[in-house]
């Protein structure tokens, strides 16, 4: 088995454990981490990264929460999301009614790290779907940290999707998965968006930073 072929098989394993873990940490929770992890695969630290950078930007997990932590915390708990009202409630349940077992988190395998680290991810990223109401799926993370963008880049491009009430297929625009008709009102939407977040760049200057972004 080649290089890829053991990282795919190790995040295969890891997709498992997650889905073993529904009685634990809820349905919702279980299908969100499952997509993050057959989406991001071995890149999975860096997608969360940006996750837990913009919860912490808009506020929804504090400067020194990690999703490490929350998702280990998540596995501890016998309580899931659908016993809140809230995402937020169950976040603070975990951070205030959960101690974390110091023994077991420090000496986790790494398929324990990368099912705590999904789990975790996705309670970030569902709480920040809650926050700004409106849908992120799990491939925009993934997108948007391969295409290392800035703060204002991924807030700007989630606000542009919203405001247009426009499904977020940053993802499929970028990947060349759209049609025509549906590529073309995207790639208008984020000219509009670099407009105003680069005013002093051209149209073309623009476009062939989008274009150099569906080549990256």
Same mark, same amino acid.
């Given at each position: 088995?080649?290089?890829?072929?053991?990282?795919?098989?190790? /995040?295969?394993?890891?997709? %498992?454990?997650?889905?073993?873990? /529904?009685?634990?940490?809820? #349905?919702?929770?279980?299908?969100?981490?499952?997509?993050?992890?057959?989406? &991001?695969?071995?890149?999975?630290?860096?997608?969360?990264?940006?996750?837990?950078?913009?919860?912490?930007?808009?506020?929804?997990?504090?400067?020194?929460?990690?999703?490490?932590?929350?998702?280990?915390?998540?596995?501890? %708990?016998?309580?899931? *999301?659908?016993?809140?009202?809230?995402?937020?409630?169950?976040?603070?349940?975990?951070?205030?009614?959960?101690?974390?077992?110091?023994?077991?988190?420090?000496?986790?395998?790494? #398929?324990?790290?990368?099912?705590?680290?999904?789990?975790?991810?996705?309670?970030? &990223?569902?709480?920040?779907?809650?926050?700004?109401?409106?849908?992120? *799926?799990?491939?925009?993370?993934?997108?948007?940290?391969?295409?290392?963008?800035?703060?204002?880049?991924?807030?700007?491009?989630?606000?542009?999707?919203?405001?247009?009430?426009?499904?977020?297929?940053?993802?499929?625009?970028?990947?060349?998965?759209?049609?025509?008709?549906?590529?073309?009102?995207?790639?208008?939407?984020?000219?509009?968006?670099?407009?105003?977040?680069? *005013?002093?760049? %051209?149209?073309?200057?623009?476009?062939?930073?989008?274009?150099?972004?569906?080549?990256?």
């Amino acid at each position: 088995m080649g290089l890829w072929g053991a990282v795919c098989s190790f /995040v295969s394993s890891c997709v %498992s454990a997650v889905s073993s873990a /529904v009685e634990v940490v809820g #349905k919702a929770l279980v299908t969100g981490a499952t997509k993050l992890l057959e989406l &991001a695969g071995d890149k999975l630290d860096e997608v969360t990264k940006v996750i837990e950078m913009i919860g912490k930007l808009i506020d929804v997990i504090s400067a020194d929460d990690n999703v490490d932590d929350l998702g280990a915390r998540a596995l501890q %708990s016998d309580k899931k *999301p659908e016993d809140f009202d809230s995402i937020t409630e169950y976040i603070e349940h975990l951070k205030n009614d959960i101690e974390l077992d110091k023994e077991a988190f420090e000496k986790a395998d790494k #398929k324990e790290q990368m099912v705590r680290k999904a789990v975790g991810g996705t309670i970030v &990223a569902k709480s920040i779907e809650s926050k700004l109401d409106t849908s992120v *799926p799990m491939d925009f993370w993934v997108e948007v940290s391969k295409q290392k963008m800035q703060e204002s880049e991924i807030m700007a491009t989630i606000d542009t999707f919203k405001e247009n009430k426009t499904d977020n297929n940053f993802s499929d625009y970028m990947n060349g998965k759209l049609d025509f008709k549906d590529e073309q009102k995207t790639g208008d939407l984020l000219v509009d968006m670099y407009q105003k977040l680069e *005013p002093d760049m %051209s149209i073309e200057e623009i476009e062939d930073k989008i274009m150099r972004m569906e080549a990256n």
